[in-house]
């Protein structure tokens, strides 16, 4: 019996920070709850209660009715197993609120395709001088609604088509993200969103559920001291059949004058069940010009015995945005 056997399935598989996400079952496109920003990355992704740009999109949708000018931002990380993960995603103000348009993508690069028979392995296989590869890319539209007109109470949904890709196998689902926010008086900051709600995926025979996933953050008041300002914040979460993640976040800003560049530090810690293998600490820089930001965080894995890097920038028209 002749077949073709994948090699690329074993690096669909080696990840094991998408086997561990997935730890108490098959879920179909993992990918959505990967980190989507440099910024969020930062910070372990305790990003809930404090998001107020075009990334909002794929961490809480009411944040985006904090978009007060047209935003994008865009970032790439070269992220486990040879993998390419990277984001874009633009919002502008519409009525009571802002609209947001993003894309996410997975590149798991390309392996040679191989003819078997039933007595040989992938390494005694023929070459076919043919390349396979696999993708998985999501578009999501979404809107972020000011309840208050202040500001203090907001509500959002999203929806997105996620589509998974391997070789000549396709599979695509629809899903839906939904969250508040409220900023209360003192300055606290609390959020909660629903994610990747409905729809199953299929590929080539098997049907799998999408990961749904609810988080809940909070963030303390700025504290401000002289020219720098620290914001702390924290969150909790979890995806159907995976482990329930606590993480703990906290952010400085340093800026010299009024109109000069500003320095941000960023910090995460995350507290993870046994088997994960996402080192728990995350951190990265931010440097802001004017309307323009970059931003770089960094993450380690067990597994891979090495570190993943992600950079983004980031634009704002809105004034002090940055």
């Known amino acids: 019996m002749i077949g073709r056997v994948l090699m690329l399935l074993s690096v669909l598989t080696v990840p094991a920070c998408l086997r561990a996400q997935a730890a108490g079952g098959s879920r179909a496109a993992m990918f959505l709850t990967l980190p989507s920003s440099a910024r969020a990355l930062a910070l372990g992704e305790a990003w809930g209660a404090v998001a107020d740009d075009a ?58 395709e191989m003819v078997i028979s039933s007595s040989d392995t992938p390494e005694t296989g023929v070459p076919t001088g043919a390349q396979v590869s696999a993708q998985d890319v999501a578009l999501s539209l979404g809107y972020g609604y000011d309840v208050s007109m202040r500001g203090r109470l907001r509500v959002g949904a999203s929806v997105t088509w996620a589509q998974q890709h391997v070789a000549s196998y396709a599979g695509a689902a629809v899903v839906a993200d939904v ?6 008086p003192t300055g606290w900051e609390i959020a909660a969103a629903l994610q ?4 199953t995926l299929r590929l080539a025979a098997v049907a799998s559920p999408m990961p749904l996933t609810w988080r809940a953050s909070v963030a303390a008041p700025v504290v401000h001291a002289d020219r720098v300002t620290v914001r ?34 960023r910090v995460g810690y995350a507290f993870r069940g046994a088997g994960e293998d996402r080192l ?36 704002s028209a809105a004034p002090n945005a940055r």
Request: charged share 15%; glycine share 16%.
């Open 55 to 112: 990334g909002a999109l794929f961490y809480n949708p009411a944040q985006l009715a904090r978009v007060h000018g047209t935003d994008a931002q865009a970032s790439v990380q070269r992220y486990v197993a040879g993998t390419t993960l990277a984001s874009v995603a633009v919002a502008t103000p519409l009525g009571r609120g802002a609209v947001a348009l993003g894309v996410r993508f997975l590149d798991y690069g390309s392996v040679p």
């Open 179 to 184: 969250g508040a926010a409220w900023t209360a």
């Open 196 to 199: 990747n709600a409905g729809g």
């Open 232 to 265: 702390e914040m924290a969150e909790v979460r979890q995806t159907s059949g995976g482990v329930l993640t606590g993480v703990l976040g906290a952010e400085g800003v340093w800026r010299a004058a009024a109109e000069s560049p500003q320095l941000s530090v």
């Open 280 to 315: 728990p600490l995350t951190a990265g820089l931010g440097l802001g010009f004017g309307r323009i930001a970059i931003d770089y965080a960094y993450e380690g894995f067990d597994l891979m015995g090495g570190a993943t890097h992600r950079v983004g920038v980031r634009f």
